[in-house]
């Protein structure tokens, strides 16, 4: 019965290209009216099948963590180019459309980040090891959109060009108290207290960000100059002349929007600037991706631009600039993934194979989708 369902979901799910399936019994089934981008995959058991049935998206990546779903001749990456372009261009059944709403009409309880679960979900993820993040970052471990002046430079130098293209919009001065939320691994935070003078305030919920953050630091000799604290944001009481955060609002939730804001507004000086890099959707709000959430980031959510807006402006502040780096991203994304595959080797002395599955279905997936 299922096989027939799915048989079903992708006759009109795939309307462009062409994406063979073949099922466990044997036989392949080719759906598509074919040419580019074409895909196959292998389907190993009945209970796969199900899973695509009634959960497409975590079905899907739960199936290849697991190695019940593999790519017939083909790679993730043309199965994810097919199945992302086909997601806008094709038609899913209508129970995916229900559960969709449901889970929108959720959202204020599913991403209710507490300071305690905020804590949790920055665990989560940033705390499994350094040491990973060390062999598919820039030496910097800038773990956010890199800025390609040019798409042939280095990750390095577009990591480098990143920071100081944010400085220079901050209109950093010698001297200026600025802070940091959700200051990582204390790249951002360096560099503008060495290259620009700032004296820099930089919080973090990462036990193991803080910590190297704060060796760093004193092996720069920046100890005086920075200050990484273990802290919330929103238990900060100082008032600052910048404030920068590179990656972190994707983790805050949209029912905490106004609340981030408005602490935004309540730290600034009064002729402070802030400047908030985040990842963002065009279009109507949504919900998070379900297994992003269930397996890279708990609690996250890829805001759209309409829902900031109206916090920005009801926290008191003037929207003055916006740039759109959607492509820049997809370019550090490559990189990732191209340093992530060369350590494999060293990758597999620390994790399993369904780890690496996850891992690199997570790079894909967002390379995909920020590159159609």
């Excluded at 074409?38 to 079905?59: F, K, M, N, S, W």
């Excluded at 297994?291 to 916090?311: A, D, R």
């Excluded at 992530?340 to 790079?363: A, G, K, N, S, T």
Aim: with cysteine; aromatic share 10%.
């Amino acid at each position: 019965m299922w096989a027939t369902v799915l048989d079903s979901i992708l006759s009109k799910l795939i309307v462009e290209g062409e994406l063979g399936v073949t099922y466990p019994d044997g036989h392949t089934h080719r759906y598509g009216p074919g040419g580019a981008p074409v895909a196959a995959v292998q389907i190993h058991d009945t209970a796969t099948i199900q899973a695509l049935c009634r959960y497409p998206e975590i079905g899907f990546g739960e199936a290849y963590m697991d190695g019940t779903l593999t790519t017939d001749g083909s790679s993730l990456m043309d199965v994810m180019k097919l199945a992302v372009r086909n997601s806008y261009a094709g038609k899913m059944p209508g129970w995916t459309r229900v559960l969709e709403r449901l889970r929108y009409g959720f959202r204020k309880i599913v991403m209710r980040n507490t300071a305690r679960r905020s804590r949790a979900n920055v665990a989560h993820h940033y705390d499994i090891s350094d040491a990973l993040y060390r062999l598919f970052l820039d030496k910097d471990m800038q773990y956010s959109c890199a800025y390609f002046t040019h798409p042939d430079i280095a990750l390095e130098d577009a990591q480098i060009a990143k920071k100081n293209h944010i400085a220079r919009k901050l209109c950093i001065e010698p001297g200026m108290r600025v802070l940091d939320i959700g200051c990582g691994w204390g790249g951002m935070a360096l560099t503008l207290s060495r290259d620009y003078g700032a004296h820099v305030t930089g919080v973090t919920l990462s036990q193991n960000q803080l910590a190297t953050a704060q060796g760093r630091a004193a092996k720069a000799g920046l100890s005086a100059q920075t200050e990484f604290r273990l802290q919330d944001y929103r238990a900060l009481d100082q008032k600052f002349d910048r404030i920068v955060s590179v990656g972190m609002l994707e983790h805050v939730g949209a029912p905490h929007f106004q609340e981030y804001f408005d602490k935004v507004g309540d730290l600034l000086a009064p002729d402070g600037i802030s400047l908030i890099h985040t990842i963002g959707r065009n279009g109507p709000p949504t919900t998070q991706s379900p297994w992003l959430n269930k397996y890279i980031f708990p609690g996250g959510y890829v805001p759209s631009l309409e829902e900031l807006v109206i916090p920005v402006g009801k926290a008191g502040l003037w929207n003055l600039d916006i740039e759109s780096w959607r492509l820049h991203y997809a370019m550090t994304l490559r990189h990732w993934l191209q340093r992530f595959d060369r350590q494999l080797p060293r990758v597999r002395e620390m994790y399993d194979e369904r780890f690496i599955r996850m891992w690199r279905f997570y790079l894909i997936a967002c390379i995909m989708v920020f590159e159609e």
